[in-house]
């Protein structure tokens, strides 16, 4: 399945609409508006919806500024890319306000899916992670012993994969399971580490997705999710190199994110698409990359792609 054939027009930057959403992003002047009022809308809806978003960011912050020192690697310098301005941040993730507000935006991402139905942040996002689960399911054929949750931002992916597979080794009485979430944040983890108070995940590691300096073919599940969209085409390629990498024989990957086929995002309203656009600078690459081509490039697998909800679809590949 080539992706780029079904790029939602309003990410295409060459026609149409696409040309003059690009257009009016890249007028300097205008930027700075479009962020506030992309994050206004993202935190008016979210509390609407019964997430406390101010409320609980403050919490995060003072609990999460004194543990920053200790989930840091030192000398650890973040690639380029990811230093630009995104997500309404002018720092990208490389601050504490990313960080304190990533829990609750990804609930109401969550919530986002099913606008019909009344749902809490915590339904909507188990139904979304055991919709991901479910797709790797039947190519784990051999006890998963070590699981890495590669981009794991502040650990909401990272402790939802611990818990079951948790379950399911206790399920087929298998050994435990050492789940560890990984990212290029400081304070993404620091704020992960509040968040596990409960201690599901077995550790957090401070490191580049693409440059782990983990061991090869010492992991036998690989979760990413909701990460891809976020990077460059050539950071993708370092990224499933990496994942090849670590993966040993027989290892599997689970990936979640943008469904360049729904329909829920190829009719996004032109405004909605404008304030998306402008805080996810890479949007376009992701969507112009036949992902299916990339991984079989990577040397992966026996592909499974399944929508998992009317936004995202999950692709579960071996190594």
């Known amino acids: 399945m080539n992706d780029s054939a079904s790029t939602p027009q309003w990410a295409d930057s060459s026609q149409g609409v696409g040309l003059w959403i690009e257009r009016l992003i890249n007028i300097g002047w205008l930027r700075r508006p479009l962020f506030f009022q992309a994050r206004q809308l993202i935190i008016r809806t979210a509390e609407r919806n019964g997430i406390p978003w101010r409320e609980r960011r403050k ?21 380029d890319y990811y230093c630009v301005r995104f997500h ?68 909401v992916s990272t402790q939802h994969l611990s818990r079951w597979l948790y379950l399911r080794a206790e399920s087929r009485q298998e050994s435990s399971v050492c789940t560890r979430g990984l990212d290029l944040s400081p304070e993404m983890l620091a704020v992960a580490s509040v968040r ?23 992991i036998d599940l690989i979760s990413l999710q909701f990460v891809c969209h976020e990077l460059p085409q050539n950071a993708i390629h370092a990224v499933l190199a990496e994942a090849f990498r670590l993966l040993r024989p027989g290892g599997a990957l689970v990936m979640v994110d943008q469904d360049p086929a729904s329909s829920v995002l190829q009719r996004l309203p032109a405004a ?6 402008s805080t996810e600078p890479y949007i376009e690459q992701y969507f112009s990359l036949d992902m299916a081509a990339a991984l079989q490039s990577a040397g992966f697998r026996d592909l499974r792609i399944k929508a998992c909800d009317p936004r995202h679809r999950v692709i579960a590949c071996l190594r």
Do not use: F
């Open 59 to 79: 919490t995060l912050r003072d609990q999460a500024s004194s543990l920053l020192s200790g989930v840091s690697s030192s000398g650890l310098v973040p690639p």
């Open 272 to 277: 909605i698409a404008t304030l998306l656009k």
């Open 88 to 155: 309404a941040y002018e720092q990208g993730n490389l601050c504490w306000q990313a960080a304190t507000e990533a829990e609750q935006a990804t609930d109401a991402m969550a919530l986002r899916i099913w606008p019909e139905e009344t749902l809490t942040p915590l339904i909507a996002q188990t139904r979304l992670r055991d919709s991901i689960h479910q797709v790797v399911e039947p190519l784990l054929t051999t006890p998963v012993q070590q699981a890495l949750d590669l981009g794991c931002s502040v650990g």
């Open 196 to 218: 596990d108070q409960e201690g599901v995940v077995d550790g957090w590691v401070h490191a580049a997705a693409e440059n782990t300096g983990l061991e090869s073919s010492s």
